[in-house]
């Protein structure tokens, strides 16, 4: 992989002031570059802002991995919050956080990186849903600002300003950073690490050192398929030993030090408790290894590209790919290497979706802004320079900023309207958007206030999808009618649609709709509207004519990702904080 050190190469890193000799005249015009360059970021961290923000007063969470994410972040916040008992025992908290608002994924699905950072949002600003998206756009706009460092290391200032507005504006990232999901701190924290790591093999001493190993392994941290990151930069390094321009003993302090922590995250994920039999099924969708090479398989994320970036992103980047190749200037590896390596990784999974490939979105905008920038060094006209990127810029976040947004409603008016029947108590809900629901009691009722159970833990049990360790609990209204009454529900909540079709929801609402047993309270429709998508639902509250005495101490509550259940005592979830 071509070195950011050699000398021919220096003359293409605008950032890179330093010279052989004094030369007064070459460091008042390295200054005056390095003044544009950050004058350009800065605007583009504007409106990456802008960009990336729209709607984010609209609704509630919006996609259902997004509740988990939120609840992660709210379990950091309260853990820390606590005090030094709950630090000494984080995993019992963690147990009875759980039994109170049944939705986690830290851990045994997710790891622990962006809910850390998510949790101090939520002790600085409140937790919302609109907290959770806000650090998702702090991210995107780090991204910016690190997608423009990086540029101006490889091409042209006017190709790195259009190389990081197509990062902000493609229909791809803008979509998924208006959501509160893994993929933007992630991206964010991968362009950094490139970053760190460049400047350590530059000038390499035990600081930097540090500082690429800290955010190298961080990478994985936040989400676990950013494992391709380390190959790259752990071939990088080898090189930069190879040349001799790090020293051997940091290369493999630096391995120990990466290795160690990811084998630990990996062993935890995949192997304690089952898990890696859920994972497994997901990733091959139990499909022969022979289906896993098809035509279909591999092209589906190049079939992608023109509705993730758009036609005009793909050409482009096209173009700067093979001007890369030709040109072999440095740093031009780092780019390949990541695409490469990280497409490989994608069609091998079996289990398709145009968001998990996200990471790959950075060499496409890199390119792209290469090919732009080989264009405008032909041209000798400065003004018209000038105007082409301004009018790529403005092209690219205006194309961003008119990305539909999916919206979802908020739960928390349900919540606050029923806030009286739920606090101190335990309630049932069944629902398509549950997570949406526990995440907005907690909201509005405070750290474990009352016990919520889902109606997809007592009547039937799937790890996220009907597809994965789905288990019916119940085969007619009488099994419905003993389940509930064991736990003497006071209030019942059910969402009116039933999205997966699943026969034990239509048994429920049969049950506390239809017959003489319930009683309906109240019909509350939840509703968002961002002016180009309006999204509807409506839940209806119940309560028993006759109220039944709870029957039992202990529920066992399924995790089938886990391949196991967890115990938990409701005579000890009763005593509440508040």
Same mark, same amino acid.
């Given at each position: 992989?071509?070195?950011?050190?050699?000398?021919?190469?220096?003359?293409?890193?605008?950032?890179?002031?330093?010279?052989?000799?004094?030369?007064?005249?070459?460091?008042?015009?390295?200054?005056?570059?390095?003044?544009?360059?950050?004058?350009?970021?800065?605007?583009?961290?504007?409106?990456?802002?802008?960009?990336?923000?729209?709607? &984010?007063?609209?609704?509630?969470?919006?996609?259902?991995?997004?509740?988990?994410?939120?609840?992660?972040?709210?379990?950091?916040?309260?853990?820390?919050?606590?005090?030094?008992?709950?630090?000494?025992?984080?995993?019992?908290?963690?147990?009875?956080?759980?039994?109170?608002?049944?939705?986690?994924?830290? @851990?045994?699905?997710?790891?622990?990186?962006?809910? =850390?950072?998510?949790?101090?949002?939520?002790?600085?600003? $409140?937790?919302?849903?609109?907290?959770?998206?806000?650090?998702?756009?702090?991210? @995107?706009?780090?991204?910016?600002?690190?997608?423009?460092?990086?540029?101006?290391?490889?091409?042209?200032?006017?190709?790195?300003?259009?190389?990081?507005?197509?990062?902000?504006?493609?229909?791809?990232?803008?979509?998924?950073?208006?959501?509160?999901?893994?993929? +933007?701190?992630?991206?964010?924290?991968? /362009?950094?690490?490139? *970053? =760190?790591?460049?400047?350590?093999?530059?000038?390499?001493?035990?600081?930097?050192?540090?500082?690429?190993?800290?955010?190298?392994?961080?990478?994985?941290?936040?989400?676990?398929?950013?494992?391709?990151?380390?190959?790259?930069? @752990?071939? %990088?390094?080898?090189?930069?030993?190879?040349?001799?321009?790090?020293?051997?003993?940091?290369?493999?302090?630096?391995?120990?030090? &990466?290795?160690?922590?990811?084998?630990?995250?990996?062993?935890?994920?995949?192997?304690?408790?089952?898990?890696?039999?859920?994972?497994?099924?997901?990733?091959?969708?139990?499909?022969?290894? $022979?289906?896993?090479?098809?035509? %279909?398989?591999?092209? #589906?994320? &190049?079939?992608?590209?023109?509705?993730?970036?758009?036609?005009?992103?793909?050409?482009?980047?096209?173009?700067?790919?093979?001007?890369?190749?030709?040109?072999?200037?440095?740093?031009?590896?780092?780019?390949?290497?990541?695409?490469? /390596?990280?497409?490989? +990784?994608?069609?091998?999974?079996?289990?398709?979706?145009?968001?998990?490939?996200?990471?790959?979105?950075?060499?496409?905008?890199?390119?792209?802004?290469?090919?732009?920038?080989?264009?405008?060094?032909? /041209?000798?006209?400065?003004?018209?320079?000038?105007?082409?990127?301004?009018?790529?810029?403005? #092209?690219?976040?205006?194309?961003?900023?008119?990305?539909?947004?999916?919206?979802?409603?908020?739960?928390?008016?349900?919540?606050?309207?029923?806030?009286?029947?739920?606090?101190?108590?335990?309630? *049932?809900?069944?629902?398509?958007?549950?997570?949406?629901?526990?995440?907005?009691?907690?909201?509005?009722?405070?750290?474990?206030?009352?016990?919520?159970?889902?109606?997809?833990?007592?009547?039937?049990?799937?790890?996220?999808?009907?597809?994965?360790?789905?288990?019916?609990?119940?085969?007619?209204?009488?099994?419905?009618?003993?389940?509930?009454?064991?736990?003497?529900?006071?209030?019942?909540?059910?969402?009116?649609?039933?999205?997966?079709?699943?026969?034990?929801?239509?048994?429920?609402?049969?049950?506390?709709?239809?017959?003489?047993?319930?009683?309906?309270?109240?019909?509350?429709?939840?509703?968002?509207?961002? @002016?180009?998508?309006?999204?509807?639902?409506?839940?209806?509250? #119940?309560?028993?004519?006759?109220?039944?005495?709870?029957?039992?101490?202990?529920?066992?509550?399924?995790?089938? /990702?886990?391949?196991?259940?967890?115990?938990?005592?409701?005579?000890?979830?009763?005593?509440?904080?508040?």
């Amino acid at each position: 992989m071509p070195s950011p050190m050699k000398e021919s190469a220096r003359s293409n890193n605008p950032l890179d002031t330093r010279a052989d000799a004094p030369d007064h005249g070459r460091i008042s015009i390295d200054r005056i570059s390095i003044a544009r360059n950050s004058f350009a970021c800065l605007l583009l961290a504007i409106v990456a802002t802008i960009v990336f923000s729209r709607d &984010i007063t609209v609704g509630g969470l919006r996609y259902s991995d997004a509740c988990t994410h939120a609840m992660d972040g709210v379990l950091i916040h309260d853990w820390v919050a606590a005090g030094p008992d709950a630090w000494a025992s984080p995993m019992a908290f963690a147990t009875r956080q759980y039994a109170h608002y049944p939705l986690l994924g830290i @851990g045994r699905v997710y790891p622990p990186g962006f809910a =850390v950072v998510e949790s101090a949002f939520f002790a600085l600003f $409140g937790i919302s849903a609109i907290t959770a998206r806000a650090c998702v756009v702090v991210f @995107g706009v780090l991204a910016v600002i690190g997608c423009h460092r990086l540029a101006v290391r490889m091409m042209t200032p006017v190709g790195a300003a259009v190389a990081t507005a197509v990062l902000l504006g493609m229909p791809g990232i803008v979509y998924w950073t208006r959501q509160t999901m893994l993929e +933007m701190p992630t991206l964010c924290v991968l /362009i950094w690490s490139v *970053l =760190v790591a460049w400047r350590y093999i530059e000038r390499p001493n035990w600081w930097r050192w540090g500082q690429t190993v800290a955010i190298v392994t961080a990478d994985v941290f936040f989400k676990q398929t950013a494992i391709f990151i380390v190959p790259i930069v @752990g071939v %990088w390094m080898f090189w930069a030993v190879w040349k001799k321009r790090i020293p051997w003993m940091q290369f493999a302090a630096g391995v120990i030090c &990466i290795a160690a922590p990811l084998a630990a995250l990996f062993a935890n994920t995949l192997l304690a408790d089952g898990s890696a039999t859920h994972t497994a099924r997901v990733l091959s969708l139990d499909k022969p290894l $022979g289906e896993w090479l098809n035509l %279909w398989s591999l092209s #589906y994320y &190049i079939r992608a590209l023109p509705e993730q970036a758009g036609w005009i992103v793909v050409v482009l980047a096209g173009a700067g790919m093979l001007l890369s190749l030709w040109r072999l200037r440095s740093g031009w590896g780092i780019p390949l290497a990541w695409f490469g /390596i990280f497409f490989v +990784m994608s069609v091998l999974i079996q289990h398709k979706e145009t968001r998990y490939f996200f990471f790959g979105m950075l060499p496409v905008a890199l390119w792209a802004g290469y090919a732009v920038s080989w264009i405008t060094e032909r /041209i000798r006209l400065k003004q018209v320079v000038v105007v082409l990127s301004v009018m790529g810029v403005a #092209y690219f976040a205006t194309t961003g900023y008119g990305v539909r947004t999916r919206v979802e409603p908020s739960y928390t008016p349900l919540v606050t309207m029923h806030s009286e029947r739920m606090r101190q108590k335990i309630v *049932l809900f069944e629902g398509h958007r549950d997570g949406d629901f526990i995440f907005a009691a907690r909201e509005v009722l405070g750290p474990r206030a009352c016990v919520i159970i889902r109606g997809s833990k007592i009547l039937y049990s799937c790890a996220s999808d009907k597809r994965f360790d789905f288990t019916s609990y119940v085969a007619d209204t009488d099994d419905v009618r003993t389940a509930l009454d064991r736990f003497g529900f006071e209030t019942v909540f059910v969402e009116d649609r039933n999205v997966m079709k699943l026969r034990e929801t239509e048994l429920l609402q049969s049950l506390v709709g239809d017959s003489a047993e319930y009683q309906r309270l109240d019909t509350v429709s939840l509703s968002a509207d961002n @002016g180009r998508r309006h999204r509807a639902r409506a839940v209806s509250v #119940y309560e028993p004519v006759r109220r039944h005495t709870r029957r039992i101490q202990f529920v066992d509550i399924p995790i089938p /990702i886990a391949s196991r259940t967890l115990r938990i005592d409701l005579d000890a979830m009763m005593q509440f904080d508040g």
